[in-house]
């Protein structure tokens, strides 16, 4: 009876292990697939303009602010104390709007780049799914988030996503 129990174990322990062991691996970059799909570059491109035109806005505030110090430096001695603290008052109101000009710039920034990746992260996401099930893997590795892998024992799916998605 302990020989069966035994002899039972071991089979059950050799077909888990071997179940483990036939499980299909593969990995991908990521980054690099989603940088490849044409609409990143349509993306990007448009990300950049955006910057640009906040950057503007925020420049505008800045040459404001320049043209009030040169001012308060060239005829401030000139002026009455309730006048320079009129215009040192003005300043100030200058330097906070930039102060918020550039939050609010950097937070319209963050949002427009999420509202223009999103959509491409989403599309490669499920495309990579795709690719796995169809090739029956049980597990996808982002291969730049990993120490170590054994690439011999893993499969890279770029191209094949690549394919699918119709990139050369």
Not at 34 to 53: D, R, V, W
Not at 136 to 142: I, S
């Amino acid at each position: 009876m302990k020989n069966l129990l035994k002899t039972v174990f071991v089979v059950a322990l050799a077909t888990f292990a071997n179940n483990v062991f036939a499980q299909k691996f593969a990995h991908i970059n990521r980054t690099e697939l989603i940088q490849s799909m044409p609409e990143f570059k349509t993306a990007q491109e448009k990300l950049e303009a955006y910057g640009k035109e906040l950057q503007s806005n925020l420049e505008g505030i800045q040459v404001e602010y320049n043209k009030k110090m040169n001012e308060l430096q060239q005829n401030g001695d000139t002026w009455t104390e309730e006048k320079r603290e009129v215009k040192f008052q003005e300043i100030q109101s200058i330097q906070k709007r930039f102060q918020e000009q550039e939050t609010t710039s950097q937070e319209l920034f963050g949002k427009k780049q999420e509202d223009l990746f999103a959509p491409i992260v989403k599309k490669a996401t499920e495309t990579i799914s795709k690719v796995a099930k169809a090739g029956a893997y049980v597990y996808v590795f982002e291969s730049t988030a990993l120490h170590y892998f054994d690439e011999a024992q893993s499969t890279n799916l770029l191209a094949a996503v690549k394919k699918e998605l119709g990139i050369q």
